[in-house]
């Protein structure tokens, strides 16, 4: 079966420290990835999908990027954190056999930049 | 922009009680829907899902949704709510090949 992990859980960063989020997905192979963000009140943000290797949609102008350095891993960073990046972040799988198949969340790092 | 609302943010419900939260979407075109539950501690799960054919959805747990072209909507029901469907629901739509979430109802059921 299916996993998909992310670390660390908790993560409390100063201003202007980097970041780097990993996410990793078992048991599939050639997934689409994505990044959200969940911030109270706000429901989810998508940040980042990926179809494969290399190759990165972004969806929103931000202070973050992302990388896909092999199939099943997904890394989310920050050079310089703000503390408006504070938040829930998500990581999610999809198989690729249609258009945004249903959607697989792993169980999230909670960031607090202070 | 394709985009979802979810008006009811808080509900507190009796054990027992009936549910049925809100989803409303902007475009009018093919749309295939989502419901999410997030249970506390627990990862964001799907509930059900609409792409076509019948308009009521059965998913997991007893939740049903009815997708309402007319409405622009496809809220979630629950004839009677369990202590243990104390979580947060979201609704999504994919548009342009995009998941749109809405902002998430939060349930408490009491015992």
């Known amino acids: 079966s299916q996993t998909i992990h992310q670390w660390p859980a908790t993560l409390v960063q100063p201003v202007g420290s980097p970041l780097s989020l990993e996410c990793t997905v078992e048991g599939t192979s050639n997934p689409n990835l994505y990044w959200y963000r969940q911030a109270a009140g706000r429901g989810l943000q998508l940040l980042f999908y990926s179809v494969g290797i290399g190759q990165i949609s972004s969806e929103v102008p931000q202070n973050l990027s992302a990388s896909r350095p092999q199939d099943r891993q997904f890394i989310l960073s920050s050079k310089k954190l703000l503390l408006s990046d504070s938040g829930f972040y998500l990581c999610?799988?999809?198989?690729?056999?249609?258009?945004?198949?249903?959607?697989?969340f792993g169980p999230g790092t909670r960031l607090l930049v202070l | 922009a394709q985009s979802v609302s979810q008006h009811n943010h808080h509900v507190i419900l009796s054990e027992a009680a009936s549910l049925e939260l809100g989803c409303n979407y902007s475009y009018g075109g093919t749309v295939n829907l989502f419901w999410y539950v997030q249970y506390p501690g627990q990862h964001l799960q799907l509930l059900l899902k609409y792409f076509s054919g019948d308009p009521l959805v059965k998913g997991i747990k007893g939740f049903e949704a009815e997708f309402i072209k007319s409405k622009f909507s496809f809220n979630l029901r629950k004839p009677s709510v369990q202590w243990s469907d104390t979580a947060e629901y979201f609704c999504a739509v994919i548009h342009t090949d995009k998941l749109i979430f809405g902002t998430g109802t939060r349930l408490q059921v009491f015992p």
């Open positions: 999610a799988w999809s198989s690729r056999t249609g258009a945004w198949e249903t959607q697989y």
